[in-house]
């Protein structure tokens, strides 16, 4: 039986003093006994949810807190990639080596530029993206730059490490 079917036999019980499993006409203590016995099912019933509730509660507990364990294991893992590619990026810059391969690998630098901005100040007006804060938009910054001269940026030359 589930909850609503011992609840709604323990209510027939009480109101028709009958049975409702074998439709007996019940009186004093077969009454009392039908009685407490749709009671005692009623509260396992309620029990066993509770519990249930409370487990599916601790397992989504613990899913979280392994969710928040591998979220940490993940960060750990690509800062410790990051500090190896710098490490092998600045390996090969200091030593020229331009390029590296091998069957399992494939280690190169390509050219890249990006907008250093020095002084907002001196960038003009048509180059500044407005929002809650100043910002630069460093996109149209840098086609200016290509062929402008100002105090407040410059193109900055970098090499970005590509592992394949």
């Known amino acids: 039986m589930n909850l609503y079917e ?14 409702t499993e074998t439709g007996e006409i019940l009186e004093g203590q077969q009454l009392d006994d ?3 016995n749709l009671q005692m099912k009623l509260d396992d019933k ?3 949810i509770a519990c249930y509730i409370k487990n599916l509660k601790s ?4 899913l979280k807190q392994e969710k928040d364990n ?8 690509e800062n410790k990639a990051q500090r190896l590619t710098d ?4 390996f090969m ?27 907002i100040n001196q960038i003009p007006k048509e180059y500044i993206k ?13 086609k200016y730059l290509k062929t402008h001269e100002c105090n407040g940026a410059e193109i900055v030359e970098n090499q970005n490490i590509q592992i394949k």
């Open 130 to 142: 407005e929002k809650v804060e100043v910002n630069v938009d460093k996109t149209e910054l840098k």
């Open 34 to 36: 039908a009685i407490n």
């Open 70 to 77: 591998l979220a940490q294991r993940q960060k750990t893992i």
């Open 93 to 119: 810059q200091g030593n020229n080596i331009p390029t590296f391969e091998t069957p399992k690998c494939k280690v190169s630098f390509r050219k890249s530029s990006s907008v250093n901005v020095k002084d």
């Open 87 to 90: 490490y092998l990026g600045n």
């Open 46 to 48: 309620l029990e066993n």
């Open 6 to 19: 011992i609840a709604q036999s323990l209510i027939d019980t009480i109101d028709m003093e009958v049975d």
């Open 59 to 62: 397992d989504a507990d613990q």
